[in-house]
């Protein structure tokens, strides 16, 4: 339309310029427009806007709507759970304000295990932290009741909200946060099934869905998955692949761990005197160093062939050594500690302690090592990791502190006291974030202390004070929690 042009040209010039016109009109619209032109109540922009209304109702004449076949929204149905009581709901507000993930992960335990559901008016703030925190949707899902899903339906962002109450209706039909949580309880009951399962749905994964749900399998690992392993080595996805072999690494047994045995028993030989020797046989196979061993050393007092074995050794599991040497742990241990020729794989041989999780080496370690080895504390019972974490904190503070943290115990006081007495030290490191990521290890009864623990350097004061006074709003919350 000529006309409507023409009133755009004057919208971009301005009326001072290009003052609007009726040209271009003709019948009713040509006499509605001289109406609107010849008036003298009304300046040039007045007529212009009148004008531009006139005509974008008469380009819009006769113009159909547009119409779409759309299925009626479906109804929420009914809850079959209460909610929670009004004094949880009041818990919740407070751990909101705190922002920390760990103390709402232990509200939703409580909501879990109460069999009790969210409350209506909180559920798009709880599914926009699930959508935010992969650790907190499977709890979500599982207290966000028919109304959770329901809301799934109309934000892509909230999918993992779907209801499912069977471990085979999660893993068919749950988002993946929901599968591999269904696939980690049936590995710990039936560690076959849990593998045939991931079998049958590996061709129709993704890559990242597949290292997901393939790292379940590393806890615990078992040697029955050695063959299909093994058979992964080929997938195109260097992802995957990756995790395999770490996996395989774990597993006596598997092809890879052999060869690296086989070098190992070659290189290292007890003669008829009761001598150790080492000699590091030349490697020929390409696949051990593929496997992430490194050839060279970045140690110039480490040679290169030392470096390799180091590698292989933290790699084999400790039970070996008993079979290659003919004798049983303890003398393992001596026969390390004595011979010089071993004695610089000592750390090697904790390692792969630590990386086989074999308890009942660790412990028999510990007690006949003259050295603390902070790697094998993981695998103590847990009153003997407080208690070692105790007694060599000062000696080990921050890699204690580590471990701890990685533990899900509860600390005890005394650790707890030592930790923050440390922390107060450091507060910048150990600041209101790290009391938010670790409030689930902190007891509660670490409170009527805090105005006990001050740091050294009067500088810190301020800022330790500050942390001090979070973390008795976190504890505070953590205190509601478990008495609900």
Not at 233 to 239: I, M, N, P, R
Not at 337 to 351: C, G, M, R, T, Y
Not at 381 to 402: R, V, W, Y
């Amino acid at each position: 339309m000529e006309h409507w042009n023409q009133l755009i040209n004057t919208a971009l010039l301005g009326t001072a310029k290009k003052p609007a016109d009726s040209t271009g009109m003709n019948g009713p619209l040509q006499q509605a427009a001289n109406t609107i032109l010849t008036g003298d109540n009304t300046d040039k922009e007045d007529k212009f806007l009148q004008l531009a209304a006139v005509l974008y109702n008469y380009r819009l004449s006769g113009t159909q709507p547009v119409t779409a076949n759309l299925a009626p929204t479906k109804v929420c149905p009914p809850e079959t759970k209460p909610y929670c009581k009004p004094a949880a709901v009041r818990v919740l507000q407070q751990v909101l304000e705190t922002d920390s993930i760990q103390l709402l992960q232990l509200w939703l335990e409580y909501c879990a295990k109460a069999n009790v559901l969210l409350p209506p008016a909180q559920l798009p703030v709880m599914l926009d932290k699930g959508w935010r925190n992969k650790s907190l949707r499977a709890l979500i899902a599982a207290t966000g009741g028919q109304r959770a899903e329901w809301l799934g339906h109309f934000n892509p962002d909230w999918n993992f909200s779907r209801v499912a109450d069977t471990i085979e209706d999660r893993w068919q039909n749950g988002a993946t946060a929901q599968r591999v949580e269904a696939l980690k309880e049936l590995r710990a009951a039936d560690p076959v099934m849990a593998r045939t399962w991931l079998e049958q749905s590996w061709p129709k994964e993704s890559a990242t869905v597949k290292t997901e749900l393939l790292s379940v399998l590393e806890q615990p690992a078992n040697p029955a998955d050695i063959p299909w392993l093994e058979s992964l080595l080929t997938e195109k996805s260097k992802q995957v692949k990756e995790t395999a072999t770490r996996i395989l690494k774990k597993l006596p047994g598997s092809s890879l761990h052999e060869k690296y045995w086989q070098i190992i028993a070659g290189a290292i030989q007890l003669d008829e005197y009761g001598q150790v020797t080492v000699a590091l046989p030349e490697i020929t196979d390409d696949s051990i160093f593929q496997s992430g061993i490194e050839k060279l050393s970045n140690d110039k007092t480490i040679t290169d062939e030392t470096h390799i074995l180091y590698q292989l050794i933290s790699l084999v599991h400790p039970a070996r050594w008993e079979e290659h040497f003919k004798r049983n742990t303890e003398r393992v241990i001596a026969l390390f500690q004595l011979q010089d020729s071993l004695k610089p794989f000592i750390p090697a041989l904790v390692l792969a302690i630590a990386w086989f999780e074999d308890k009942e080496r660790a412990l028999s370690f510990m007690h006949h090592s003259e050295t603390f080895y902070i790697d094998i504390i993981p695998m103590l019972p847990p009153e003997q990791q407080q208690q070692f974490s105790e007694k060599f904190f000062d000696e080990h503070p921050d890699s204690i502190i580590q471990y701890a943290c990685n533990n899900q115990e509860e600390w005890s006081l005394p650790l707890c006291t030592r930790i923050f007495k440390y922390a107060a030290t450091q507060p910048y490191t150990y600041n209101q974030q790290f009391m938010n990521n670790h409030i689930r290890q902190i007891p509660v009864a670490i409170a009527a202390t805090l105005d006990d623990i001050t740091p050294v350097e009067a500088y810190h004061t301020g800022y330790w004070n500050n942390i001090k006074v979070h973390l008795g709003r976190l504890l505070q919350a953590k205190s509601q929690i478990q008495s609900l």
